[in-house]
Nanobody, 126 residues
């Protein structure tokens, strides 16, 4: 099992940047593929980005391609989401997710993940 804690959210103006972090417990972080999802009020949970165990494979939602970048540092048990050129439509609670086993996966489907953080709020103002 892992425990996931997101941080780095906040209020930014459109066009600005934020870097989210997800710190994971345990000593087997490299076993997990990792993903980021987001959910805005009144909307369904939406895939953002995913990364395989060694960072060799990534997957991005079309809406964030070219603007967001997912990365991981297995030595620090941390996955990151660099968000640039933020838009008001990016406003949501962002959740970090982990899947044990199938570490090659970069799934865009929320139920493919086993563990979830509590989320961090990102608000983009116009």
């Amino acid at each position: 099992q892992v425990q996931l804690v997101e941080s780095g959210g906040g209020l930014v103006q459109a066009g600005g940047s934020l870097r989210l972090s997800c710190a994971a417990s345990g000593r087997t972080f490299s076993t997990y593929s990792m993903g980021w999802f987001r959910q805005a009020p009144g909307k369904e949970r939406e895939f953002v980005a995913a990364i395989s165990w060694n960072g060799g494979r990534t997957n991005y939602a079309d809406s964030v391609k070219g603007r967001f970048a997912i990365s991981r540092d297995n030595a620090e048990n941390t996955v990151y989401l660099q968000m640039n050129s933020l838009r008001t439509g990016d406003t949501a609670v962002y959740y970090c997710a982990a899947r044990y086993g199938g570490s090659w996966l970069v799934s865009a489907t929320w139920y493919d993940y086993n563990y979830w953080g509590q989320g961090t709020q990102v608000t983009v103002s116009s």
